[in-house]
Nanobody, 119 residues
Framework: QVPLVESGGGLVQAGGSLRLSCTAS???????MGWYRQAPGKQRELVAA???????NYADSAKGRFTVSRDNAKNALYLQMNSLKPEDTAVYLC??????????????WGQGTQVTVSS
């Protein structure tokens, strides 16, 4: 189990901004980190991901508005969300892919943080 702690969700008006944070404790070898979101009645979808080398990947809906970043020294992950829309309303979950000693990776999830965007 990978302990992840998220923060930064909340209620914001359309057009506003939020910054989500996710910290991984006691993890020594992280491959990739990222954010998913899940809205009521919808499938979980990848929002943004970032590798240990800094390569990023975004959902089309997030491109140009969201920025994912990480601080490797702190094992921290961030998601800066600008120009928020009501359709961004969801529970946002961070994940970490931890490298295993004998190869492969293990994914751990945060508990989720609610983001609500009012129109």
């Amino acid at each position: 189990q990978v302990p992840l702690v998220e923060s930064g969700g909340g209620l914001v008006q359309a057009g506003g901004s939020l910054r989500l944070s996710c910290t991984a404790s006691g993890i020594f070898s992280i491959a990739a980190m990222g954010w998913y979101r899940q809205a009521p009645g919808k499938q979980r979808e990848l929002v943004a991901a970032i590798t240990n080398g800094g390569s990023t990947n975004y959902a089309d809906s997030a491109k140009g508005r969201f920025t994912v970043s990480r601080d490797n020294a702190k094992n921290a992950l961030y998601l800066q969300m600008n120009s928020l829309k009501p359709e961004d309303t969801a529970v946002y979950l961070c994940y970490v892919d931890q490298r295993l000693p004998l190869g492969g990776t293990m994914r751990g999830w945060g508990q989720g943080t609610q983001v609500t965007v009012s129109s």
